[in-house]
């Protein structure tokens, strides 16, 4: 009833959820009520959640924030969604996004952007804006999200909330629409850690739908949130002296590194040379298998359909080119591309071994640091429509995120002060592939 309330009141400004299942959740509640009285309710019993509108939950819409999916309902429910509901969590609603989750401020949306709580006509970040402002503005105590190059780490840091992308291939993305196959993480977005730990160990693991998950054991993370020992910490000289680093972001991680030597631990200046090619090799590689990924929607299987072709080759084009927003229009363009005959070798091969460069340089600096933190985003929520018409100035929003994504390790968002106009401020925390763990227990402590 309580997050309920927060969304008639609020959903109406914010635009964070597209369906709300009141309904649906007040019978759930009412379920697990039972459950908890007679003792046999699961790990989450209760906890109200949100989802991003990528997610499969059977019988409900999925529309990736896109008109080419109008009138699609999921036939399954994805593994992560599924395992919340076995846990006793109550999907409370639909959380919109950029389409396909391609964008950096839910502006790319089809049904308008969801819009950052801490007022001021701000952006909540993207693509998974939705569900940070659901959490954001108490509309749920926790959402999914999904993370291909930053989407749950930059709004989590735009909405001053806490958001995790686990290693690449610890969660299923059975159910997951894809963007980006190598890439796409299931993200979680929280108040605070605790919550994000339990909700990664009840999702992560072994499916038999997915072919590519992890097979590693999973630790009771939230059982295990206590402090360490000191750290050695290192931050990387790339991004302090860049030029897109707001001065205000700049100075509170100067701020952050103080309190951390203050608190004893080892922190170093580090050099990560290959820093600027991230983000070209994240857009080659990404919009390469958005391409591909893509071309599932022909207007035959899915959704939308035009009305108006008179041969099957105009009606998968006029189907596309009437479902697509024009940033998914563009990124299949542009990764039809580099994987033509003629590019192929000069941009997709040559990102691909930037990739691994890239992986091969973080992990050793990775090796030789517990941690790498540095500011999330460069700069904090900028203002809704303010670079809309600026694709290199949006991508830039991003430059701080790929490389955990390019590399597949695991990388936190939390909180870490706020602007002298309040809007929040984030600290992202990179770990070795798998070490959720530690990663979890050093941000507990930090919060
Ligand atoms: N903003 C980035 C992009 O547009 C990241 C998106 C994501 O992580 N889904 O591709």
């Known amino acids: 009833d309580h997050y309920l309330k927060n ?19 007040k019978e759930q509640a009412h379920l697990i009520d039972q459950k908890i009285k007679s003792g046999s309710a699961g790990k989450l019993a209760g906890l109200v959640v949100t989802i ?18 109008d009138g699609f309902q999921s036939q399954f429910t994805a593994t992560a969604v599924q395992r919340l509901l076995d846990a006793d969590a109550i999907i409370i609603g639909r959380n919109n996004c950029d389409e396909f989750a391609m964008g950096s401020s839910n502006e790319n949306s089809a049904f308008s952007p969801a819009v950052n709580a801490d007022g001021h006509n701000r952006v909540p970040g993207g693509s998974s804006g939705g569900s940070a402002v659901a959490v954001q503005a108490d509309m749920c105590a926790v959402s999914l999200g999904t993370d291909t190059g930053g989407s749950v780490r930059q709004p989590a840091s735009f909405c001053g909330i806490v958001g995790l992308k686990p290693t690449y291939s610890r969660i299923s993305r059975h159910g997951l629409a894809a963007y980006a196959s190598t890439f796409d993480c299931i993200g979680i977005f929280s108040n605070n850690v605790k919550d994000s730990a339990l909700v990664l160990e009840v999702i992560s693991g072994e499916d038999e739908y997915d072919s590519t998950v992890s097979q590693k054991e999973v630790p009771a ?6 402090a360490g020992k000191r750290y050695k910490i290192g931050y990387l000289k ?28 080892q922190v170093e200046e580090i050099s990560f040379p290959l820093m600027e090619y991230t983000l070209s090799t994240y857009y080659i590689l990404t919009t390469a298998e958005a391409s591909s990924n893509l071309s599932r929607y022909d207007g035959v299987r899915y959704g939308h359909r035009t009305s108006e072709a008179s ?18 229009i563009k990124r299949i363009l542009l990764g039809t591309a580099v994987l033509s005959a003629s590019y192929h070798d000069a941009y997709y091969i040559k990102a691909q071994k930037a990739r691994r460069m890239i992986q091969n340089e973080l992990n050793e600096l990775l090796e030789r640091f517990d941690f790498i933190i540095m500011p999330t985003a460069p700069t904090t929520a ?41 809007m929040s401020i984030g600290l992202q925390i990179l770990s070795k592939a798998f070490e959720e763990q530690k990663l979890l227990a050093f941000s507990n402590y930090l919060l």
């Open 221 to 226: 993370y939230s059982e295990h949130l206590e």
């Open 7 to 25: 969304i008639r009141e609020k959903n109406g400004k914010l635009n964070a959820l597209l369906s709300v299942y009141d309904q649906e959740a």
């Open 238 to 265: 790339e991004t302090i002296d860049n030029e897109a680093l707001n001065s205000e972001v700049k100075a509170a991680f100067a701020r952050q590194i103080d309190e951390l030597r203050a608190q004893g631990h």
């Open 52 to 69: 991003k509108d990528v997610l499969c939950y059977k019988d409900h819409p999925l529309q990736c924030g896109s008109k080419i999916l």
């Open 311 to 328: 041969n099957l080759e105009e009606m998968y084009k006029k189907s596309r080119s009437e479902g697509f927003g024009e940033e998914v």
């Open 382 to 422: 900028f203002e809704l429509g303010s670079k809309t018409e600026n694709s290199m100035e949006m991508y830039l929003a991003d430059l701080f995120t790929v490389q955990a994504s390019v590399a597949g390790v695991p990388a936190i968002s939390i909180p870490m002060g706020r602007d002298r106009q309040g």
